[in-house]
């Protein structure tokens, strides 16, 4: 069992529970009160508490025992109950797993191990002995975990301690999380790249990072770790808290809603960690966008959620191998490539297309979307993008644009994003939107519902980009979902969205890989200011023979600049580039400076892409035809 875990691990991300010291407060249990001992007084308020988070997504539960040990516990005068309170904390989070139903049957648990709650700096080696002994006492108690979790460690030679006192009494797995401080580093100043060097060396099967200030400083400290891990081949955990804490009112409250959590959450899975969770403050609601995150982002091995309709069938391409939701119902035909739609006939013949994103409007009144369009068009542009809820946003819906732009003639390109809409709703959308007209999509996750206007709003995501491109392929060859055939095939160009300026370059080659592999025909990117990232993407995607048309956002300002390079996953603008702007100042010459940086690019690469795909800020539409003027035949 113990080794599943750490193949389970490396096999897909794995969601976490939140706190336990947090949750017991909001239910009345003071902060005077010792928490472990609550195991042993109220154990169907710890089983409460666990199966919220089961519930909440949660496949790793971790035991009420962070300070079971005699040190902390001689403070309430229970240090004769470390191995009993150890052993309940184990005991309840098993029982609160068998009681959360089937749906979390698989999920594991975590022994919780803290510090020891004394500074260690310093201290003789008779004492540092204690200390040891005091985490085998506590090791033992936790056996009948299936790893041990050493958690909040500051202190590098407290960590080293703990991991060599469990590794001494158990051959359980140790994930070994450690705390920095505001500036980054240890309580002795060891630096995050430093302190996964010392942890892998002293036999850390999982090295990560917990507490800390909140989700953005755990990110940063994450980052500078990972690069120096990738040779061990050791996954990464990442657990924040909730922010940081605030006295409101006598209560202390954590700043971090879930929203926002579950934006770095996605941050995080992104950058490779294979454990998340939360630590102090954080809630249900907080997993949950965890888990949100991490369906978001499914490992290679997920199928995006269409398991439950399909089979689960692999998408052998094989003649006579075809699971049947690819096998063309008698009588009917696969529309060819090149007869899709006006944009593939374009692509078959090798033309140079130019797309250009032009977004439904935030009110009532399309005209202005319907004006730029047709301006677009007039000036030589072939197809219009048309994003679903762009940054979450609420806008009209964009099938409602795509159907007036059909109206008008022009040939639109629909965005099908999957948080909005349940496996049943997104067949409906991409069948009705067939039916009007729509013959051009671009299949995507979505990003989640962002902070602002609407923070509670709900994200469905019952599948992912692949599972939809799934589903959608399917339909293309005349069945629904569940192989069922619908007396007729649709048409659609299926495209999707990659970003080679991704953390995580490997796994987003992987995971565009399978995209192409569940039905995606051509691959749009995001935009890119460094040529050599774009490069290394072209070269890597080259031998999958799809066309890829290269993204191009000319940026508006230095502002703008800063905002993309720093706030936008996947989104990287060289020093160089952002120097230009900030010397270009702001106004008609910071745009022009953009329009510039953009042209280059696109001269840079335009023998080696089926098109152009051009995103301009602020709705000034004439700024893509700025970008194509001379570099693209009319």
């Known amino acids: 069992m113990t080794h599943r875990f750490l193949e389970a691990l490396r096999d897909h991300p794995l969601v976490a529970d939140g706190a336990m010291g947090t949750q017991l407060y909001e239910r009345g249990i003071l902060y005077t009160a010792n928490y472990e001992e609550i195991c042993l007084s109220r154990p169907d308020l710890i089983k409460s508490i666990h199966r919220e988070y089961l519930k909440a997504g949660a496949q790793v539960i971790e035991s009420n025992t962070f300070g079971a040990n005699r040190y902390r516990l001689a403070r309430f005068s229970l240090e004769h109950k470390v191995r009993e309170l150890n052993e309940a904390g ?166 971090a809603n879930p929203e926002y959590f579950g934006v770095y959450a996605r941050r ?96 009532m009144d399309a005209t202005r979307a319907i004006d730029g369009a047709k301006m677009l068009v007039r000036n030589g542009v072939d197809v219009i993008n048309i994003a679903d809820g762009p940054r979450a946003s609420a806008r009209m819906m964009n099938l409602a644009l795509a159907v007036r732009l059909i109206q008008e003639g022009i040939d639109p390109i629909l965005h099908v994003c999957c948080r909005d809409r349940n496996l049943l709703g997104l067949v409906g959308h991409v069948m009705g939107s067939h039916e009007l007209g729509v013959r051009n999509l671009v299949i995507i996750t979505g990003d989640p519902p962002k902070m602002g206007d ?53 796994r987003e080659i992987t995971r565009l890989k399978k995209k192409i592999e569940a039905g995606a025909e051509a691959v749009m990117t995001q935009p890119v200011y460094d040529p050599a990232v774009l490069e290394r993407f072209l070269a890597d995607v080259e031998p ?10 000319p940026l508006a300002s230095h502002r703008n600049a800063e905002f993309l390079h720093n706030e936008v996953p996947g989104m990287r603008i060289p020093d160089a580039t952002r120097d230009r702007m900030r010397k270009a100042g702001t106004g008609p010459l910071a745009r022009k400076e953009g329009v510039a940086i953009a042209r280059e690019m696109l001269e840079a690469v335009k023998h080696r892409v089926a098109g152009a795909y051009v995103m301009p800020p602020l709705e000034r539409w004439e700024m893509a035809l700025e970008v194509i003027d001379g570099i693209v035949a009319p």
């Open 268 to 363: 995080l899975i992104k950058l490779g960690v294979r454990l998340l969770g939360g630590c102090c403050g954080t809630t249900a609601d907080h997993i949950r966008r965890v888990a949100y995150a991490t369906r978001m982002h499914a490992h290679e091995g997920d199928n995006g959620g269409l398991a439950s309709v399909s089979g689960g069938e692999p998408a052998d391409t094989t003649a006579g191998a075809q699971p049947r939701l690819f096998v063309v119902p008698e009588g009917l035909e696969l529309v060819r490539f090149e007869e899709k739609s006006s944009l593939s006939a374009k692509l078959a013949q090798k033309k140079f297309v130019v797309s250009v994103e032009v977004n439904p409007p935030a009110g």
């Open 454 to 506: 609407f923070p509670d709003c709900t994200a469905v995501y019952d599948l992912d980009s692949v599972g939809l491109l799934r589903l959608v392929r399917g339909l293309n060859h005349g069945r629904d979902p569940g192989g069922k055939a619908l007396g007729g095939v649709t048409r659609f160009l299926l495209l999707t969205g990659a970003e080679p300026a991704a953390m995580d370059y490997q």
């Open 544 to 553: 999958l023979g799809v066309p890829v048309l290269v993204g191009v956002l």
């Open 90 to 255: 184990v005991r309840l989070a098993r029982e609160a797993i068998a009681e959360a139903g089937p749906s979390s049957a698989g999920a594991w648990v975590a022994g919780s191990l803290g510090p020891a709650g004394v500074n260690v700096k310093g201290m003789p080696e008779r004492d540092l002995a204690d200390v040891r002994a005091a985490f085998v006492e506590q090791a033992k108690g936790l056996a009948g975990a299936d790893f041990i979790a050493i958690e909040t460690m500051r202190q590098p030679e407290e960590i080293r301690i703990a991991l060599q006192a469990v590794k001494e009494v158990s051959d359980l797995p140790v994930i070994a999380m450690v705390s920095f401080d505001t500036f980054g580093t240890m309580a002795d100043g060891t630096t995050p790249d430093a302190m996964a060097d010392k942890l892998a060396a002293w036999g850390a099967d999982v090295i990560g990072v917990n507490c800390g200030d909140g989700p953005a400083g755990v990110f940063d400290v994450v980052s500078r770790m990972i690069e120096q891990m990738r040779p061990t081949g050791l996954p990464l955990a990442a657990m924040p808290n909730a922010g940081i804490p605030r006295r409101v009112e006598g209560r202390l409250l954590y700043m």
